[in-house]
């Protein structure tokens, strides 16, 4: 009889949800690794070849004023942000490495304080030059503003990483060090957000190419920042919340975010990093 009243909601069983999201999370983290690695190439076979070569001043054909005959100061601190490029992404992908975390803890370890100082200096680095240097590509202040809040949250998650992991906080460590991830990771989500961008829309839309200026870049310098941290959060409190449909309506759009992140590396590597390096 009571079924008749209620009839039967269909239900996911509880472990089959939680399941396809941390499978979900698998996923997205294995394609966003790939194309790190992408970008990891693209840094040593562009502004590492150069520099090899003893040629950096072709640095310039990217960046219009990246090296500055003359300018020692300046020209180490977008060398030493060139280097700690390649240091820090692989160190993050090192890190997440759940096998590695527990055979070798000491390894760990000292990949984590290497990881922080990393994120210290090119946030560091990253302000100076964002707020001394002039030029095309460097965008106006909006966006000067959007990739100085993604340094400051660089700084605050490495301090409050680092300082869990200190107390032996080991939870709250692992939320803070997954957000410091995808921080650190934002102006590769620049990248391939803007291109993303391009092919969606056949072309330049919401900025002008040539001033590298409007309102759409103005955006996606903060979004490169805040879209991923809020998408963290919706994961993480899906994960914790038990509720089956939750969990799958999460898994779905991750699933989605998977798939325009795919594309959006995708794009990246055609348009922007393979024609360098070549
Ligand atoms: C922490 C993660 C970061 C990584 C991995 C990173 C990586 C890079 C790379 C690879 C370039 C060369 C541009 C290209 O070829 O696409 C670059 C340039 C630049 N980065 Fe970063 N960056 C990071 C954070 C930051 C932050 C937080 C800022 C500013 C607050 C910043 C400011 C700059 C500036 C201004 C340039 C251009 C330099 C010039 O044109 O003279 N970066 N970055």
Redesign the pocket.
């Known amino acids: 009889m009571s079924a008749i009243l209620t009839p039967a909601l269909p239900t996911l069983p509880r472990q089959t949800a939680a399941r396809a999201l941390s499978r979900t999370m698998a996923a997205w983290l294995g394609v966003a690794l790939l194309g790190q690695l992408f ?1 990891v190439i ?2 040593l076979g ?2 590492g070849r150069h520099a090899l070569q003893g040629r950096p001043e072709l640095w310039n054909k ?5 090296w500055v005959a003359g300018d020692v100061l300046g020209n180490t601190v ?1 060398a030493g ?2 280097l ?2 390649v240091v ?2 692989l160190g993050g992908a090192l890190q997440l490495w759940p096998l590695l975390r527990r055979r070798v803890a000491a390894l760990h370890r000292w990949n984590g304080r290497l990881y922080l100082v990393s ?1 210290l200096i ?2 560091v ?3 100076v ?2 707020w001394t ?1 002039e ?1 095309v ?2 965008g106006g202040t909006g966006q000067r503003l959007g ?2 809040l ?2 400051v949250l ?1 700084l605050a998650f490495a301090w409050l990483g680092w300082r869990a992991a200190r107390l032996r906080r080991f939870d709250a460590h692992r939320r803070w060090m997954l957000r410091l991830f995808l921080v ?5 989500f620049f ?1 391939i957000g803007l291109m993303l961008w391009l092919i969606v829309n056949q072309g330049p839309v919401g900025f002008d190419p040539e001033t590298f200026e409007g309102p759409f870049l103005i955006f996606l310098s903060f979004a490169q920042t805040l879209l991923p941290l809020a998408v963290l959060e919706a994961v993480l409190r899906a994960q914790a919340s038990g509720r089956p449909a939750l969990q799958a309506a999460t898994a779905t759009g991750l699933a989605l975010l998977t798939l325009a992140t795919a594309v959006g590396i995708a794009a990246a590597g055609m348009l ?1 990093w393979l024609p360098r390096i070549q």
Not at 184 to 188: L, N, P, Q, S, T
Request: net charge positive.
């Open positions: 970008f693209y840094v562009f502004y990217v960046l219009p004023h990246g977008l942000h060139l700690f490029t820090i992404l994120a090119l946030s680095g990253g302000l030059m964002v240097r030029g590509g460097l990739i100085s993604n340094a660089i650190v990771a934002g102006v590769w990248r922007m």
